[in-house]
């Protein structure tokens, strides 16, 4: 997973992931490319939890908490569907699921700016 936001400076964030449960609860576990845990998510209707090493804070919502752990709203809800292979519509984001059967999405935030890239390469277990 990439993602570029084109602020000033412009930010960038990579990390494989492990994405598990729905929009709704679920598990995200960042790590680095040699396998080092960067942050794990995890959200239920009742809480949405970052931990980072021995910290761990809490969010209001699934939403906030993906902004805090890479820097951009992505819409979780949305991410669920593109990596299913629906063409979800959220506003301001063009998903592009073109590449999709060869484990690649990619989907961008025109609105509101800045601009955001996301890309990911994705295979199912």
Request: aromatic share 8%.
């Given at each position: 997973?990439s993602?570029?936001?084109?602020?000033?400076?412009?930010?960038?964030?990579?990390?494989?992931?492990?994405l598990?449960?729905?929009?709704?609860?679920?598990?995200?576990?960042?790590?680095?490319?040699?396998?080092?845990?960067?942050?794990?998510?995890?959200?239920?209707?009742?809480?949405?939890?970052?931990?980072?090493?021995?910290?761990?804070?809490?969010?209001a919502?699934?939403?906030?908490?993906?902004q805090a752990?890479?820097?951009?709203?992505?819409?979780?809800?949305?991410?669920?569907?593109?990596?299913?292979?629906?063409?979800?519509?959220?506003?301001?984001?063009?998903?592009?699921?073109?590449?999709?059967?060869?484990g690649?999405?990619?989907?961008?935030?025109?609105?509101?700016?800045?601009?955001?890239?996301?890309?990911?390469?994705?295979?199912r277990?």
């Amino acid at each position: 997973m990439s993602l570029r936001v084109d602020s000033e400076p412009v930010q960038t964030f990579s990390a494989l992931f492990d994405l598990r449960g729905t929009a709704v609860q679920g598990s995200l576990t960042l790590t680095t490319p040699i396998g080092s845990t960067l942050a794990e998510l995890q959200w239920s209707p009742t809480e949405a939890l970052l931990k980072n090493g021995s910290e761990t804070r809490r969010y209001a919502s699934v939403d906030a908490l993906i902004q805090a752990a890479t820097g951009a709203a992505i819409p979780v809800q949305a991410l669920f569907g593109w990596l299913a292979g629906r063409d979800d519509t959220v506003p301001g984001w063009r998903p592009d699921l073109t590449q999709f059967a060869a484990g690649r999405l990619q989907a961008v935030r025109e609105s509101p700016l800045p601009r955001a890239d996301l890309r990911i390469v994705f295979e199912r277990t």
